[in-house]
């Protein structure tokens, strides 16, 4: 059984950091393309960005040169290292898997999490 759980959301001013986790089971991790998409309230889900398989990555212009994100896949997580949040930032964040996926569509991503929210005081 696949499973996605993300932890390390919270509450945070303006200028701070967080440390996303999301620890996956049931699949071949190493394999698995991960990305982190955000929802903010009354707004669409959209990409934050992508770790693919290979390492190679890929962030939405609004979160580069801020966020990073790492794989394990030892330890078959994903983690997003978010530096300098903005209250723009604040969302429910979401990791999700595909099999030897690099897409940045949430219609690319077979499996996901329940979120974890991240709030982003000004």
């Known amino acids: 059984q696949v499973q996605l759980v993300e932890s390390g959301g919270g509450f945070v001013q303006a200028g701070g950091s967080l440390r996303l986790s999301c620890a996956t089971s049931?699949?071949?991790?190493?394999?698995?393309?991960m990305a982190w998409f955000r929802q903010a309230p009354g707004k669409e889900r959209e990409l934050v960005g992508i770790?693919?398989?290979?390492?190679?990555?890929y962030y939405v212009d609004s979160v580069k040169g801020r966020f990073t994100i790492s794989r394990d896949n030892a330890k078959n997580t994903v983690n997003l290292q978010m530096n300098s949040l903005k209250p723009e930032d604040t969302a429910v964040y979401y990791c999700?898997?595909?099999?030897?996926?690099?897409?940045?569509?949430?219609?690319?991503?077979?499996?996901w999490g329940q979120g974890t929210q991240v709030t982003v005081s000004s």
């Open positions: 049931g699949f071949t991790f190493s394999v698995y393309g």
């Open positions: 770790i693919s398989w290979d390492d190679s990555t």
């Open positions: 999700a898997a595909k099999y030897l996926s690099n897409g940045r569509r949430e219609s690319d991503y077979d499996h």
